[in-house]
Nanobody, 118 residues
Framework: QVQLVESGGGLVQPGGSLRLSCATSGFAFNLLTMLWYRQAPGKERELVAYISSDGGNTNYADSVKGRFTISRDNAKNTVYLQMNSLKPEDTAVYYC???????????WGQGIQVTVSS
């Protein structure tokens, strides 16, 4: 069973930065495709960023391109989301998701709150 634990959320002022982390266990991290989603109040969950298992490919939602960076450290079994130039509309619960293609399964973290407000 793959377990995901997010950390690094909190309250930040507009224009500020946060770095989210998602530590994984229970499966070979270097075989997992990793994603970050977010869900704002009253809205559907949306994909924010994606990184392939070897870190060679990344993709971002248009709303965060140029501001957010997804990365991974396969030695630490951890994926990161560096969020810069944060805006109030980035306020949401952020979720980490792992895709284990060899198992045809996916797994979610518990989510972590990010609030951008002055």
């Amino acid at each position: 069973q793959v377990q995901l634990v997010e950390s690094g959320g909190g309250l930040v002022q507009p224009g500020g930065s946060l770095r989210l982390s998602c530590a994984t266990s229970g499966f070979a991290f270097n075989l997992l495709t990793m994603l970050w989603y977010r869900q704002a109040p009253g809205k559907e969950r949306e994909l924010v960023a994606y990184i392939s298992s070897d870190g060679g490919n990344t993709n971002y939602a248009d709303s965060v391109k140029g501001r957010f960076t997804i990365s991974r450290d396969n030695a630490k079994n951890t994926v990161y989301l560096q969020m810069n130039s944060l805006k109030p509309e980035d306020t949401a619960v952020y979720y980490c998701k792992a895709l284990a293609e060899v198992l045809n399964s996916s797994y979610w973290g518990q989510g972590i709150q990010v609030t951008v407000s002055s």
